[in-house]
């Protein structure tokens, strides 16, 4: 077996899904830091888990870069497709994730993550809905869960912007994000519905619905510090689509992997942290078993992920046409 060489072919079709790994693992140690404050405990990994996440964002966005100088077309056509579009908003999201990593650790780093986070976000969401909107080539087909990425970033926002004081800022972007999942949850369902399935390679990322309501809670309950009934709402609402997804379990074995598996982790991270916190709010152990058994679960899926991707780019099957 030939050790795998970056080409100039390889680094064309390089693409920008790749940064959902770092959502993934920055969801992993989130969780991960969560549940050691629950239960009182320090088990010594929240900085390893912060720098090999931290270390993956600056490789991908290293790579990324050299792309953007080398393969200016082949990044102009990621920015006009209407599946990839979507997974730009990664890269600000990533700032707004390890911004709630580090906020433990380094409050001043932390400010200045959400800072640029937020603000390339802002970016982000402005240009991809102008591109939905002016669109010449779009059809219902392109329509998948992945479109939800935008949204889900602007709903993080809260969840560093409250304790930082930008309480007025942070309602802005939380209201942008429930706004267009309510709007996108329409359609995707529509689309789902009555149109024919979502193709193989995209099946996974109907995980991404979870996410939605699910960091929608965690971000309302920094805005509104009580348990009211909004916030069940979109709890509940996130444990319902975790529900309806497990159930199909099967037909997700039995898909070839893609690099888009990577859509099973944040989502259920969110759901995982988002238990966590119900059970701050309730004191019911049900949320803190169900919370930390979830976040068992990702643990396995990251490190099978981590294996899997890692044997994909050695046997050069990522970063070529069609993917």
Same mark, same amino acid.
């Given at each position: 077996m030939n050790v795998p060489i970056v080409t100039s072919s390889r680094l064309e079709n390089f693409p920008i899904s790749f940064f959902a790994m770092v959502m993934g693992m920055a969801g992993l140690t989130i969780g991960w830091e969560k549940a050691q404050h629950i239960l009182g405990l320090d088990l010594k990994i929240t900085p390893w888990l912060i720098g090999a996440t931290t270390l993956l964002f600056i490789l991908l966005a !290293?790579? *990324?870069?050299?792309?953007?100088? &080398?393969?200016?077309?082949?990044?102009?056509?990621?920015?006009?497709?209407?599946?990839?579009?979507?997974f730009f908003p990664t890269i600000s999201i990533t700032p707004l994730l390890l911004s709630?990593?580090?906020?433990?650790?380094a409050p001043n780093l932390t400010r200045g993550l959400w800072l640029a986070g937020a603000s390339l976000h802002l970016a982000f969401t402005l240009y991809v809905v102008n591109v939905w909107m002016h669109h010449e080539h779009f059809k219902i087909q392109h329509m998948n869960p992945a479109?939800?990425?935008?949204?889900?970033?602007?709903?993080?926002?809260?969840?560093?912007?409250?304790? !930082?004081? *930008?309480?007025?800022?942070?309602? &802005?972007?939380?209201?942008?994000?429930?706004l267009f999942w309510v709007m996108l949850m329409t359609i995707i369902l529509y689309r789902v519905l009555f149109h024919d399935p979502i193709d193989e390679r995209l099946m996974p990322t109907l995980f991404i619905l979870i996410a939605p309501p699910a960091v929608g809670?965690?971000?309302?309950?920094?805005l509104v510090p009580v348990l009211d009934p909004f916030a069940r709402v979109l709890y509940y609402g996130g444990l319902f689509m975790t529900l309806l997804l497990f159930t199909q379990a099967g037909r997700f074995l039995k898909l070839r992997f893609f690099l888009s598996w990577w859509a099973y982790s944040f989502p259920l991270a969110a759901i995982s942290i988002a238990s966590l916190v119900m059970f701050e709010r309730t004191g019911a152990d049900f949320y803190r078993y169900l919370g930390l058994g979830l976040l068992t679960l990702l643990t396995m899926i990251v490190a099978f992920l981590l294996v899997r991707t890692s044997i994909a780019v050695w046997r050069q099957a990522i970063c070529v046409p069609g993917h």
């Open positions: !290293l790579i *990324y870069g050299i792309k953007i100088a &080398f393969c200016r077309q082949a990044v102009l056509a990621e920015l006009r497709h209407p599946v990839k579009l979507n709630i990593a580090f906020q433990p650790l479109w939800f990425i935008p949204a889900v970033g602007n709903v993080m926002v809260p969840v560093v912007g409250v304790p !930082l004081g *930008y309480v007025e800022v942070s309602w &802005f972007f939380f209201s942008v994000g429930m809670f965690i971000a309302y309950s920094h």
